[in-house]
């Protein structure tokens, strides 16, 4: 099938402004323009096809918002193409709008002082969604997301969860195609970051509606995401399945033991030593090689141990060792 998304050779650059301080300062800012141009999107290509859920990744200051802004028409690139639905979004963003779903876990599409219920008929209207239409995904979304409670709220008076889950009903009630999804469940707690996760799977399975996701969780991506892209410095590191990543990069296991007592040599067969601190050493391990079992033996035959815990090394950590040691190239 052909792409829904095709995004090539995507830049964004934004001049910053040096600013002088103090009186001599400020009659220097009238004369000189200084600025450093920022690389937030620096030449990104990617096709994405109808009905796939990918989750974009990368660290802090990556650019990945920048490129959602840009993919739903609030920023204009500063080069490259961008195809969306048949649409240059930020050319025709008041059609656009209309056709796509985006939420941001920053802040709310809503308005803040009106009852969710009061939100939700305003869109209709900008939407120009037919009654029977709107009162048919209206009633779906109230029962999955269990809106009823707080229909007649003002958003302001919400908390995160009820207000991120009231943004996902604004966002989908004109049944878009696509949906941006930009730190859904940034903030939520464990119960209500599920129900999100949940109804993130409902979309694209019955509706099938593609999405593409931000988000700093690991489980977030586990659940949701079958092809990850990794971005940083505005570059595409990685673009493929969860899976390859995993076994490619995250290979590597660690071990965190207390000793119960302070000992010379640390070293065992299987393991390296990442850090050690006090009576705490942190091992790392191929789960390819080697069990956390048999070192776990391997240590209690010559150590005495007074506490263990085995750690998966997260999404996060995976990119970074990604970026530091260059293990990709763009
Ligand atoms: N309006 C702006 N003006 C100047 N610089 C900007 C602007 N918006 C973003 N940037 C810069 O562009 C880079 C990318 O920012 P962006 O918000 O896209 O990152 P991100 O991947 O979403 O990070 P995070 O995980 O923290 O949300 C950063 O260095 C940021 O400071
Ligand atoms: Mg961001």
Known sequence: ???????????????????????????????????????????????????????????????????????????????????????????????????????????????????VIESLELLQHIYHIPPDRFDENLAEFRQILELDPFLNTPVRSLSLGQRMRADFCAALLHNPALLFLDEPTIGLDVVAKERIRQFILHVNREHGTTILLTTHDLSDVEKLCDRVMIIDKGRLLFDGALEALKSQFGGKRELVVDFAESYSDLTIPGATIT??????TVYQFDRNTVTASELISRLSTRFRLHDLAVREPDIETTIRRIYEEKLLEP
């Open 275 to 280: 850090r050690s601190e006090g009576l705490r």
């Open 1 to 115: 099938m052909s792409a829904i998304i095709t995004v090539s050779n995507l830049q964004k650059y934004f001049k910053v402004y040096h600013h002088h301080r103090g009186i001599i300062g400020s009659v220097r800012n009238l004369f000189t323009h200084e600025y450093t141009l920022i690389h937030a999107v620096d030449g990104i290509s990617f096709d994405i096809r109808p009905g796939e859920l990918v989750g974009y990744l990368g660290p802090n200051g990556a650019g990945k918002s920048t490129t959602i802004k840009m993919l739903t028409g609030l920023l204009v690139p500063t080069g490259g193409d961008l195809l969306v639905n048949g649409f240059v979004p930020w050319r025709s963003r008041q059609e656009y709008v209309s056709r796509i779903g985006a939420v941001f876990g920053q802040r709310t599409t809503l308005w803040w002082d009106l009852p």
